[in-house]
């Protein structure tokens, strides 16, 4: 049984920092991909940015691209979204997500599998 556990979310002003985190527990399952997503009040859950475990390369939404950065640590045990220039359009429920699908495109929630519970950012 994977857990994923998000911390760091908050309130910040609009152009300050965040920095989330993202660790995994339980079983040693691997992922191929390891994401951010975020969902605002009355908008469909998005992809904001992913992780490919095996070489490192990452992918971003347009909307994140040049002011967040994702990473993983070494042991692969945690995954972090480096959020800077934030916007009060940034404002959402942060959730990380794991998979071992390569089945849709990284941003397709359908895609999977492991979920965090979410961490609330609200940028003012």
């Known amino acids: 049984h994977v857990q994923l556990v998000e911390s760091g979310g908050g309130p910040v002003q609009a152009g300050g920092s965040l920095r989330l985190s993202c660790e995994r527990s339980g079983s040693n399952a691997r992922f191929n991909t390891m994401a951010w997503f975020r969902q605002a009040p009355g908008k469909e859950r998005e992809g904001v940015a992913a992780?490919?475990?095996?070489?490192?390369?990452?992918v971003y939404a347009d909307s994140v691209k040049g002011r967040f950065i994702i990473s993983q640590d070494n042991a692969l045990s945690t995954v972090y979204l480096q959020m800077n220039s934030l916007k009060p359009e940034d404002t959402a429920v942060y959730y990380c997500?794991?998979?071992?699908?390569?089945?849709?495109?990284?941003?397709?929630?359908?895609?999977?599998?492991?979920w965090g519970q979410g961490t609330q950012v609200t940028v003012s």
């Open positions: 997500a794991a998979t071992a699908s390569y089945v849709g495109s990284w941003y397709d929630s359908g895609r999977y599998v492991y």
């Open positions: 992780i490919f475990t095996g070489g490192g390369s990452t």
